[in-house]
């Protein structure tokens, strides 16, 4: 991307306003917010895993409600249907016809919610359109809108009527984050928000028109050669790892880079820093590896963490 195509000063403007917007209900998370706005604008999507409580829905109706966009979203449940989620054609006896009901996946911002307390084959329903951004219903093929983007969340304690999400569903998702809980002090903030009217409400700051802008920006955002291979390398290095038995697939080298096209866009430069790579690196392949068993201890993250110590950073 060269110094013409930076992004328009009223449009860094509400990127800054977006990640702010989110910050003013979610105390205490602005790391979690700059990840998950940072997959929003790299066109990806996110997994949120955490325990319940700590703010997991409430981060992706906000983000929804920050962009003037169709929001949807799904309590996912094991009687939960394929068609509760893509559709179904009715049969009309007026007209002779089968009708199609679009469902909730025809919109921009897509919420699962506990989405592997859903079963598999309903799971399955969304590969199709979190990959190829279509769906495919009795043999016909029906595009989703260009701006859409699914944010899910799940309770990784709890296992009771739950169904873990299978390699192929996780490896959809850019961003894989864990909110945690949060510090005394914003705590103490937050329940001083709860006595405010309308404390966790939030205002659209985007149209989707920007935010498609916004991402066709982001795949002009400069990589130099010795990122990519820097990129390369800590990819690698998941393969060859001794305490790995899955290593990152070169999806993950390709959404690595892209989110850190976009995390560069959004702190408002036109290169990425190896830095924007380090940031990201846990969040976009650690759910991305399958440690040994006997290394459950060792949280995904901190293996990535620990490769990134031992990779050389390029200067």
């Known amino acids: 991307m060269t110094q013409a195509d930076t992004l328009p000063k009223n449009l860094d403007a509400k990127l800054a306003e977006l990640v702010a917007n989110i910050n003013r209900v979610l105390v205490g998370q602005s790391r979690s917010v700059h990840l998950a706005v940072t997959a929003f604008l790299a066109g990806g999507h996110v997994l949120l895993e955490d325990v319940p409580g700590v703010g997991k829905t409430l981060l992706a109706k906000t983000l929804a409600r920050s962009v003037a966009a169709n929001f949807t979203r799904v309590q996912c449940t094991p009687d939960l249907l394929p068609s509760d989620i893509s559709g179904v054609s009715i049969y009309s006896q007026k007209e002779g016809t089968f009708n199609f009901v679009?469902?909730?996946?025809?919109?921009?911002?897509?919420?699962?919610?506990?989405?592997?307390?859903?079963?598999?084959?309903?799971?399955?329903?969304?590969?199709e359109a979190m990959e190829e951004r279509q769906v495919t219903i009795d043999g016909e093929t029906?595009?989703?809108?260009?701006?859409?983007?699914?944010?899910?969340?799940?309770?990784?304690?709890?296992?009771?009527?739950?169904?873990?999400?299978?390699?192929?569903?996780?490896?959809r998702f850019m961003l894989c984050l864990s909110l945690g809980y949060p510090k005394p002090d914003e705590e103490v903030a937050m329940l001083e928000k709860t006595l405010q009217a309308d404390a966790f409400a939030a205002t659209p700051v985007l149209t989707q028109e920007?935010?498609?802008q916004v991402r066709r920006l982001v795949h002009r955002v400069?990589?130099?050669?010795?990122?990519?291979?820097?990129?390369?390398?800590?990819?690698?290095?998941?393969?060859?790892?001794?305490?790995?038995?899955?290593?990152?697939?070169?999806?993950?080298?390709?959404?690595?880079?892209?989110?850190?096209?976009?995390?560069?866009?959004?702190s408002g430069r036109n290169f990425v820093k190896p830095d924007d790579v380090k940031l990201l690196a846990p969040s976009v392949l650690g759910h991305r590896i399958i440690p040994?068993?006997?290394d459950n201890k060792v949280s995904h993250a901190e293996i990535i963490d620990q490769l990134i110590e031992q990779v050389a950073v390029p200067i």
Do not use: C, K
């Open 102 to 127: 679009p469902g909730p996946i025809f919109t921009n911002i897509f919420l699962a919610d506990e989405i592997n307390r859903a079963t598999p084959r309903t799971q399955s329903s969304l590969l």
């Open 292 to 294: 040994r068993q006997r």
């Open 222 to 266: 400069f990589v130099d050669e010795s990122i990519q291979r820097y990129i390369v390398d800590l990819v690698n290095a998941t393969r060859h790892h001794a305490h790995i038995v899955l290593g990152v697939s070169p999806r993950g080298s390709q959404l690595l880079m892209r989110a850190a096209q976009a995390t560069a866009l959004l």
């Open 142 to 171: 029906r595009e989703l809108p260009e701006l859409f983007f699914v944010i899910a969340t799940q309770n990784p304690i709890e296992y009771h009527g739950t169904f873990p999400l299978p390699e192929a569903q996780i490896d």
């Open 210 to 212: 920007e935010v498609l």
